[in-house]
């Protein structure tokens, strides 16, 4: 990326978080870079490519994080587990790019140059490849089986669905509005533990501690990013700690 799309798009980021898609505009981006909206329009075609471009931005940021995950050792579905807490920090650490990611769906691809969109779409097959290679990990040592004519794009839609819809809703407060969430992080990945046990993936939580599972990967991958979500010293919030009371028995 060259130095006038960089400051281009930091002006268009700054805009976009502050009033949102329709407080965007070409014209007020150019005000912004002390140029004309003209040659906003030599850079980009519209403020849709614009989105798209910040999408990718953001995106290729929590594909490093989760790379990170993916690196744990441990089983996969612990690794898995691991990916799904990259997005779970990026999310609650870097609020705005979720939010940017989100917001290139639908007709802002639509409106997108081809080169511009295929250049998304190419992040997110970095991204997605990373849940791929896990699945078929899982595959190949037996620890999980596909029955019923289930394929991995099946598992991976599931799985990477549960876990990106979920953030969405939580962007827009759903949790706080329409329902009673103490945690919904939380809840995201005890639900994504439930599907894999339906899955038959193993080890079942029946057979595996993937509480105590979660706290490794935040210590040995994830230490910094996890303090400053929990705090210093503090390795997961009071939901976590009273579902493990829970069920220890005491």
Not at 6 to 14: F, S
Request: proline content about 3%.
């Amino acid at each position: 990326m060259n130095e006038r799309d960089a400051a281009i798009l930091g002006v268009a980021r700054e805009l976009f978080l502050a009033d949102g898609y329709y407080g965007l505009t070409m014209e007020r981006i150019g005000t912004q870079c002390g140029v004309s909206k003209g040659t906003i329009y030599h850079y980009f075609s519209c403020k849709e490519e614009i989105v798209i471009a910040l999408a990718e931005v953001s995106l290729r940021k929590r594909t490093e994080l989760m790379r990170r995950g993916a690196q744990f050792s441990g089983t996969a579905r612990e690794r898995m587990l691991a990916l799904g807490e990259a997005v779970c920090l990026f999310t609650q650490l870097n609020p705005g790019d979720s939010r940017i990611i989100h917001s290139a769906m639908g007709p802002l691809r639509e409106k997108t140059p081809p080169l511009r969109l295929q250049s998304l779409v190419h992040a997110e097959q970095e991204e997605l490849g990373l849940l791929r290679r896990i699945i078929e990990s899982a595959l190949g040592s037996g620890d999980l089986e596909l029955k019923y004519g289930t394929t991995v794009d099946e598992v991976l839609f599931g799985t990477w669905g549960l876990v990106d819809g979920a953030y969405a809703l939580i962007e827009g407060g759903v949790h706080t509005t329409s329902l009673s969430l103490l945690d919904p992080f939380d809840s995201v990945l005890w639900f994504w533990n439930s599907a894999a046990d339906g899955y038959g993936w193993r080890p079942l939580t029946s057979e595996w501690d993937y509480a105590e599972s979660l706290i490794r990967v935040r210590k040995e991958v994830f230490a910094e990013e996890a303090q400053k979500v929990f705090g210093e010293g503090k390795w997961h919030g009071p939901v976590q700690s009273r579902r493990r009371i829970a069920e220890s028995g005491l």
